[in-house]
């Protein structure tokens, strides 16, 4: 398709210029540049093909950055990056040095909020408007939120808020019935009969049918009174905020038309939307929850399934085959069933799996619940995510001793997510809450040991791995709670690390041929210092890699207990996005960056 419209567009003043029908080919033309450039560098594609019409009209009809566009996560906001400036830059999506994934604000002044974490927006969206109420800014204040995401506490909150309050914000439920698995809970449900109920729907029809269009529009306080008789009043109206919708997200014209109409609202409001998510692209309607966060593919063929395993899939079918013998067991997820591994699990045992939705406090809470009541729970979370939870692991499970297993998935860097997903800060928050047993396996046969062994543990136990296809490095069978020698060379010259930092070692021990003991610290806490003081005692020189910020980490732990180790950590700082190799090479914690330490001043 010829982008001619697409290749004018440089900034949002650009859109007012259009008429319907050629925001309707930019719409067009937008979702094949989507396709061709998400296919290429990987991102997020389902949510982005289905919010292209909102995107457009909110900035056909607001006037950013003056009036601020606020949005849940981001990962639904490429076509806001593309008509802001950024369309040329589109090529560098993900990779170092180039365009984030996610709203950044250091980016564009039309990224008036950055996120990579779901149900922020409606409360930033107020803390926007009451700022400007106080100074007498008469600008506008639009949050664009998921559906998925209002299933979010914060977002609950916000609302209740928002609800007895006259600041002027203007919520826009995009509602596409999905966040990244399936929407659960009651309020999808609510949305869902609000979508299909046939007696509004039939009623509304037939008043569009049959009466004039100006009489149709003064009976709006009419419809609203019907709308209550026919079905149980909004969830938003309830909460004090006057409630528009549903209308269609892929209608540009009405999409227009009604936010131009509830652009003057005092007060707060909300507005209803349908999209489609992964609207253009077949393969990614069908499967939205699958094309929701891709990497490259060729879009006439589609996404492969993966021909190697990964951490995550290894948790979930150890899992599997564990509760498969013991009822006991149940995988709880917060809304990540596909992405922890928990796919087969969900199918096959669904009486024995619990997704909460996109809150993770909440997953955790009431597996604390269930461990007191003789259930076993794994929760199985993002290390990024599980920091929203962090209160909840210390009060209500570390605190009571509940017995409950978190998978902590995507530890470590993760790469083109950026700053907003580096698992490379739970070593420091976790370690820092007495009771908790936190482990972090070498290698797949190890993490399935561990799951096992964790399963027969009266106390809390956290398990760590990262984001990347398992490996295996031998079939140790010595106990999880000592440390586990892996190179014994009679060297004066040990390495100690964990998870893949252990294994890059191993790789540079071997490439290098250095003449380095190696040891594997899989039990991070809590922490045998007699045990480490006894094998430090044995070498001149110990040398401790690990992929986590410094403050707070087990080598600063270590640093400060012995004299005779040095240590090399990430920087105590924001990790950008790049691929995970990338970024292991810039913070030398690659086989190269590795060997150079083990060289280094070894006489």
């Given at each position: 398709?010829?982008?001619?419209?697409?290749?004018?567009?440089?900034?949002?003043?650009?859109?007012?210029?259009?008429?319907?029908?050629?925001?309707?080919?930019?719409?067009?033309?937008?979702?094949?540049?989507?396709?061709?450039?998400?296919?290429?560098?990987?991102?997020?594609?389902?949510?982005?093909?289905g919010s292209v019409e909102l995107i457009l009209a909110l900035h056909y009809v607001f006037d950013s950055p003056n009036d601020?566009?606020?949005?849940?996560?981001?990962?639904?906001?490429?076509?806001?990056?593309?008509?802001?400036?950024?369309?040329?830059?589109?090529?560098?999506?993900?990779?170092?040095?180039?365009?984030?994934?996610?709203?950044?604000?250091?980016?564009?002044?039309?990224?008036?909020?950055?996120?990579?974490?779901?149900?922020?927006?409606?409360?930033?969206?107020?803390?926007?408007?009451?700022?400007?109420?106080?100074?007498?800014?008469?600008?506008?204040?639009?949050?664009v939120v998921g559906d998925g995401a209002l299933g979010g506490g914060l977002s609950f909150e916000a609302l209740n808020l928002?609800?007895?309050?006259?600041?002027?914000?203007?919520?826009?439920?995009?509602?596409?019935?999905?966040?990244?698995?399936?929407?659960?809970?009651?309020?999808?449900?609510?949305?869902?009969?609000?979508?299909?109920?046939?007696?509004?729907?039939?009623?509304?029809?037939?008043?569009?049918?049959?009466?004039?269009?100006?009489?149709?529009?003064?009976?709006?306080?009419?419809?609203?009174?019907?709308?209550?008789?026919?079905?149980?009043?909004?969830?938003?109206?309830?909460?004090?905020?006057?409630?528009?919708?549903?209308?269609?997200?892929?209608?540009?014209?009405?999409?227009?038309?009604?936010?131009?109409?509830?652009?003057?609202?005092?007060?707060?409001?909300?507005?209803?939307?349908?999209?489609?998510?992964?609207?253009?692209?077949?393969?990614?309607?069908?499967?939205?929850?699958?094309?929701?966060?891709?990497?490259?593919?060729?879009?006439?063929?589609?996404?492969?399934?993966?021909?190697?395993?990964?951490?995550?899939?290894?948790?979930?079918?150890?899992?599997?085959?564990?509760?498969?013998?013991?009822?006991?067991?149940?995988?709880?997820?917060?809304?990540?069933?596909?992405?922890?591994?928990?796919?087969?699990?969900?199918?096959?045992?669904?009486?024995?799996?619990?997704?909460?939705?996109?809150?993770?406090?909440?997953?955790?809470?009431?597996?604390?619940?269930?461990?007191?009541?003789?259930?076993?729970?794994?929760?199985?979370?993002?290390?990024?995510?599980?920091?929203?939870?962090?209160?909840?692991?210390?009060?209500?499970?570390?605190?009571?001793?509940?017995?409950?297993?978190?998978?902590?998935?995507?530890?470590?860097?993760?790469?083109?997510?950026?700053?907003?997903?580096?698992?490379?800060?739970?070593?420091?928050?976790?370690?820092?809450?007495?009771?908790?047993?936190?482990?972090?396996?070498?290698?797949?046969?190890?993490?399935?040991?561990?799951?096992?062994?964790?399963?027969?543990?009266?106390?809390?136990?956290?398990?760590?791995?990262?984001?990347?296809?398992?490996?295996?490095?031998?079939?140790?069978?010595?106990?999880?709670?000592?440390?586990?020698?892996?190179?014994?060379?009679?060297?004066?010259?040990?390495?100690?690390?964990?998870?893949?930092?252990?294994?890059?070692?191993?790789?540079?021990?071997?490439?290098?041929?250095?003449?380095?003991?190696?040891?594997?610290?899989?039990?991070?806490?809590?922490?045998?210092?007699?045990?480490?003081?006894?094998?430090?005692?044995?070498?001149?020189?110990?040398?401790?890699?690990?992929?986590?910020?410094?403050?707070?980490?087990?080598?600063?732990?270590?640093?400060?207990?012995?004299?005779?180790?040095?240590?090399?950590?990430?920087?105590?700082?924001?990790?950008?996005?790049?691929?995970?190799?990338?970024?292991?090479?810039?913070?030398?914690?690659?086989?190269?960056?590795?060997?150079?330490?083990?060289?280094?001043?070894?006489?």
């Amino acid at each position: 398709m010829n982008a001619g419209i697409l290749n004018s567009i440089h900034s949002p003043t650009d859109l007012k210029r259009l008429s319907i029908e050629q925001l309707e080919q930019l719409a067009a033309e937008i979702r094949v540049f989507l396709l061709d450039n998400v296919s290429k560098s990987g991102g997020h594609l389902s949510s982005n093909l289905g919010s292209v019409e909102l995107i457009l009209a909110l900035h056909y009809v607001f006037d950013s950055p003056n009036d601020q566009i606020i949005f849940d996560v981001g990962h639904q906001a490429y076509t806001h990056k593309i008509i802001t400036g950024r369309r040329e830059k589109f090529t560098s999506l993900r990779k170092i040095d180039g365009l984030s994934g996610f709203l950044k604000r250091n980016e564009s002044e039309h990224d008036i909020y950055g996120a990579g974490h779901a149900s922020t927006a409606v409360s930033a969206a107020f803390g926007f408007a009451y700022a400007k109420s106080l100074f007498g800014n008469s600008s506008h204040t639009i949050a664009v939120v998921g559906d998925g995401a209002l299933g979010g506490g914060l977002s609950f909150e916000a609302l209740n808020l928002l609800g007895e309050r006259s600041e002027k914000v203007l919520v826009i439920v995009n509602d596409n019935s999905m966040s990244i698995s399936e929407n659960v809970g009651a309020l999808s449900k609510t949305l869902n009969q609000l979508r299909t109920s046939r007696g509004y729907t039939e009623f509304k029809g037939r008043l569009h049918r049959f009466l004039p269009q100006r009489a149709v529009r003064s009976l709006k306080n009419i419809k609203t009174r019907v709308r209550h008789l026919l079905q149980p009043a909004t969830f938003f109206e309830s909460m004090g905020m006057r409630y528009y919708g549903p209308i269609d997200g892929h209608d540009l014209a009405g999409l227009i038309d009604n936010l131009r109409a509830l652009r003057d609202i005092e007060g707060p409001v909300v507005l209803h939307v349908h999209t489609q998510k992964g609207r253009g692209y077949e393969k990614a309607v069908d499967r939205p929850d699958t094309y929701h966060g891709v990497g490259s593919f060729c879009p006439e063929e589609g996404l492969c399934s993966p021909s190697k395993q990964d951490f995550s899939s290894v948790m979930g079918e150890k899992l599997y085959q564990m509760a498969k013998k013991d009822s006991r067991i149940v995988a709880v997820t917060a809304a990540m069933s596909q992405g922890t591994g928990l796919e087969v699990f969900e199918r096959n045992l669904p009486e024995q799996f619990l997704d909460v939705g996109i809150a993770e406090a909440n997953a955790l809470n009431v597996a604390a619940g269930m461990s007191l009541q003789g259930v076993k729970p794994f929760v199985a979370i993002y290390s990024t995510f599980l920091q929203r939870a962090y209160d909840i692991i210390l009060h209500d499970i570390a605190l009571q001793g509940c017995p409950v297993v978190i998978c902590v998935d995507r530890s470590g860097l993760v790469g083109a997510d950026g700053e907003t997903h580096q698992g490379i800060y739970d070593v420091a928050f976790l370690s820092s809450i007495p009771g908790l047993r936190i482990w972090a396996p070498k290698d797949k046969p190890e993490l399935e040991r561990m799951l096992e062994a964790a399963r027969d543990m009266d106390e809390p136990v956290a398990i760590r791995y990262p984001k990347d296809t398992a490996w295996t490095m031998n079939q140790d069978q010595s106990d999880l709670d000592r440390i586990e020698m892996i190179e014994q060379k009679g060297s004066d010259h040990l390495a100690l690390s964990y998870g893949r930092t252990l294994k890059h070692i191993c790789e540079a021990v071997e490439k290098y041929d250095l003449h380095v003991d190696v040891a594997n610290l899989r039990q991070l806490m809590p922490l045998n210092f007699k045990e480490l003081e006894e094998l430090f005692s044995r070498y001149r020189r110990v040398c401790f890699f690990e992929e986590v910020v410094f403050n707070g980490s087990t080598a600063q732990k270590l640093k400060a207990a012995f004299s005779n180790i040095e240590v090399k950590t990430l920087p105590d700082s924001f990790i950008e996005q790049g691929t995970v190799a990338e970024l292991l090479r810039k913070y030398g914690l690659d086989v190269e960056g590795i060997a150079h330490v083990l060289r280094e001043n070894k006489s």
